[in-house]
């Protein structure tokens, strides 16, 4: 009998190259945010179904994975089933809505304000193309309790740290509130209601230009002269150089100061503490889709890479939604998917000595053991091999899966690189 | 409106100090491994249903956790409809079917013999009791492609290195052999049909003892005489008090050399290369209850406590089974749960220096950034505090989270053990 060898569509399988990028990233990021004071948690991917719905995030809803009933809860027979009738559990799609879940509770447990490191996979059944997996690592670190800069502050030097240890350089943080857009979108006439729908034609501005997003608007009825004054505030803002200008603008064009001046404090306070090739700078143009934004949101963007590598932003009422209680937070995602790909890409990968010792038949199992203990000693990762018969193919292979040194059991002292 | 804030049944949320332990756990058999010459991958949670269900293990199946169709794929206005028509993916209740899958469809791209590690969940629908949860981190070490008894001697050295490292002391790895088991059922007078069932009698030795067991294969309409003979063959096995005198005894009951012969080599060769404290010994009640095997099987034990805590065997049939081509097979897997249980039992825990810093309402926030980057500096992992109202409440949680010093901000020398 034979089987498809290929993995469920939409997932990949990760040969030991990637593997072994992949672990070194994620223990330089988890290392980072340590030091950095954050606390590892990790909650279970299976999740209640009525939390996971309960969400902001409406396309992620429709894009869950649900298991079915199982045993005796599964009754097929029903009359007039519906979908809610055979699932039981969902699989989470994101990390933030197990985490506060998570906070609520085991909030007297923890220190407050709570600072969390989680590296876990989530799920999403998305259209599989370039870069979209529907089961992928996410790599996430929030701060529970604190309403104050500092929590913004904090994420975002640590987030830095951690890009710099991965070796990256040239990285632009850009960042916005969402205040300023609520703002900004009363005071070109707008009802406040219509907030997020304008905010997500917004979050086009990169895919589908200004003509794109005065067309969307027009198509949902939203008033022209407002429309049209809302994408002038735009156009003016762009013409700003600094992030001085930019706030000048905005204080003449009367938003509020505690907005302007909490931007002004997180940029030049975290500023002073970023590597030196990386920019930290205000852009309007920066809107994040998710409904549970409330205050600053900020993307991380490599020079060399279109999309973002990394953001996050505030959301001061989604505990209380799940918990009853107020509790302020803020989060910053590092898109583990595509800063694996781009590490790979710019070649800043970790340096491991891979050897290949080589035996033969003649050997015994003593003698193989004993040679591959002395290169362990030696700091080498040593893997056994009996002397190939096709010694081109082999040694191929080998520099496929990362080796860099080959030595044969009767002559220990002698590495060749690969 | 409030939500149930306890995770789904048979799952766990893990605290700071507990998922720190578990990444210090991970970090060492990982390092531990690559050292050995093994090389991480990585397969998808959900996987195809097909596969998982041509497994050799019955009741993984039946415990299986399964997706249910999304979006146009579910009809469920078809009459008679059954489970088959409303599920799409499993989620995985073991890391091997995955491997074997990963390794017949990337055979090419790999090293051969191919030396794997995993360490990733799986799913199991059990009825929830102490140390078994339904989503649970598996950590598995296997060599495909590898015939002789080099796989289990290098299996068992890696995974008792790794023990070591851990800080286990006093282990005790119990092997036996599947053939050996099969060879005696045949000689006391079964027909072979019968193996899998007696030998799932047998594994149950530990639990219900001799007279369980006899009870159990006489209900099961086995030839009395045949089971006495049986059990007189595991009687007398017993006395037996060295390796040597048991391999003595199985030599002139008639076992086959061969297979003594590869039980004696990985056991003699193997001790000399374990910590001085690790004992490896022959064990003939050693059974393990998966169908698969079909050679060497192995157990570990730590003196404190009552299950094994690792395990593995030899499956040289499964690979054909998935792909066609016959490939020999070996794994071993560490108990990461009960490894971790024991650890905290045992207090040999990772020795991080986490520090609270405090600050006050009047420090800036650059001051707090600065003072906690030197901190940072001197190798501490640093969270920052505002002074708390209730110092002595402040105190004890940071204690259980893991935290070990603290200090002001106005005094960064003066560091204070709590």
Redesign the interface.
């Known amino acids: 009998?034979?089987?498809?060898?290929?993995?469920?569509r939409g997932?990949?399988?990760?040969?030991?190259t990637e593997?072994?990028i992949?672990?070194y990233a994620e223990?330089i990021i988890?290392n980072t945010y340590?030091?950095?004071?954050?606390?590892?948690?990790?909650?279970?991917?299976?999740?209640?179904l009525?939390?996971l719905l309960?969400g902001d995030s409406g396309d992620n809803q429709k894009l869950m994975?649900?298991?079915?009933k199982?045993g005796g809860k599964?009754d097929?027979s029903k009359p007039n089933?519906?979908?809610s009738d055979?699932?039981e559990?969902g699989?989470r799609y994101d990390l933030t809505v197990p985490l506060v879940?998570?906070f609520?509770?085991?909030k007297e447990?923890?220190?407050?304000?709570f600072?969390s490191i989680q590296i876990d996979?989530a799920?999403r059944?998305e259209r599989p193309q370039r870069g979209r997996v529907?089961?992928f690592t996410q790599c996430d670190i929030d701060i529970l309790g604190e309403s104050?800069?500092?929590a913004e502050?904090?994420l975002l030097?640590a987030g830095a740290m951690a890009y710099s240890r991965l070796g990256f350089e040239n990285i632009v943080i850009k960042i916005n509130d969402r205040r300023l857009l609520n703002e900004v979108i009363e005071k070109v006439g707008f009802d406040p209601s219509e907030t997020i729908e304008i905010c997500i034609s917004l979050d086009k501005f990169d895919k589908i230009g200004e003509q794109g997003v005065y067309d969307e608007l027009i198509q949902n009825n939203k008033d022209e002269k407002c429309v049209r004054r809302l994408l002038e505030f735009f156009e003016k803002l762009k013409t700003a150089k600094t992030n001085e200008e930019s706030f000048e603008y905005l204080l003449k064009y009367g938003i509020s100061e505690n907005v302007i001046n909490s931007l002004k404090?997180i940029i030049e306070?975290t500023e002073?503490?970023l590597p030196k090739s990386f920019k930290l700078v205000f852009d309007s143009t920066i809107i994040r889709g998710q409904g549970y934004y409330t205050g600053t949101i900020f993307e991380v963007y490599d020079e060399d890479f279109g999309r973002a590598i990394g953001a996050g932003g505030r959301y001061d009422n989604m505990v209380e939604?799940?918990?009853?209680t107020k509790v302020p937070a803020v989060g910053f995602s590092i898109g583990f998917y595509s800063v694996v790909m781009l590490m790979i890409e710019k070649k800043i990968l970790p340096k491991?000595v891979k050897i290949?010792?080589i035996y033969n038949n003649d050997n015994?199992?003593?003698e193989?053991?004993i040679a591959?203990?002395i290169l362990?000693q030696k700091g080498?990762?040593?893997?056994?091999?009996l002397f190939p018969k096709n010694f081109k193919n082999?040694v191929s292979?080998?520099k496929?899966?990362?080796?860099n040194k080959i030595v044969k059991i009767q002559d220990l002292d002698k590495i060749i690189e690969i």
Do not use: H, W
């Not at 994975?65 to 079915?68: D, L």
């Not at 939604?321 to 009853?324: L, R, T």
């Open positions: 009998m034979k089987f498809n060898t290929t993995p469920v997932t990949v399988d990760y040969l030991p593997m072994e992949r672990t223990r988890t340590r030091e950095n004071g954050f606390l590892q948690i990790k909650t279970p991917i299976l999740e209640n009525d939390l309960s994975f649900k298991t079915v199982r599964l097929l089933l519906r979908e055979i699932v559990e699989l879940r998570f609520a509770g085991n447990k923890l220190p407050y304000p600072k996979e799920f059944a529907r089961e104050s800069p500092l502050i904090e030097c404090v306070t002073k503490f939604k799940f918990s009853g491991n290949a010792l015994t199992f003593e193989i053991m591959k203990n362990i080498y990762e040593t893997s056994v091999f082999f292979k080998l496929n899966n990362g080796y």
